[in-house]
């Protein structure tokens, strides 16, 4: 399980493996925020609901990514634990984090470019690019 940083020509790009689709989802949360410099702070910590549904499973990251980017922006809010559930078309749960004290590269969007996901012998992989 992890994410690793991939070289993209004008955005960035990540890797992420996990052994189910819960662990994906979290792990692109995690690189994202990585590749984005955010740093939570000590203060206060905030809970926020989520229940997110699409389409299909690439669709869902897409929405799940998209609200933590959000957050970032509109709220200065930066979550660190995840305590959701993920099937192919539905994510709910609770994220949990506090007040951004950085954010040295913000994130505009995550994309649909290149976007895939595979699974096989007990393993989930993606790519994310995401809009900086």
């Not at 020509?9 to 692109?28: K, N, Q």
């Not at 549904?53 to 990251?61: M, N």
């Not at 590269?105 to 393993?123: D, Q, V, W």
Request: hydrophobic share 45%; charged share 25%.
């Amino acid at each position: 399980m992890g994410f690793v940083e991939i070289e993209h020509m004008a955005d960035c790009a990540i890797r992420v493996w996990a052994p189910d689709l819960t662990s994906l989802f979290v792990e692109a949360a995690r690189g994202m925020n990585h590749v984005a410099g955010a740093r939570i702070g000590t203060g206060p910590r905030v809970e926020r609901g989520l229940v997110i549904e699409a389409a299909d499973t690439e669709g869902l990251l897409v929405s799940f990514l998209t609200e933590l980017i959000f957050a970032q922006e509109s709220d200065k809010l930066g979550f660190d634990v995840f305590r959701i559930r993920v099937s192919d078309r539905k994510a709910t749960g609770m994220l949990v984090g506090a007040r951004l004290e950085t954010l040295a590269r913000p994130i505009k969007a995550a994309t649909y470019h290149n976007l895939g996901m595979s699974r096989s012998a007990g393993s989930y992989e993606t790519q994310i690019v995401f809009d900086v």
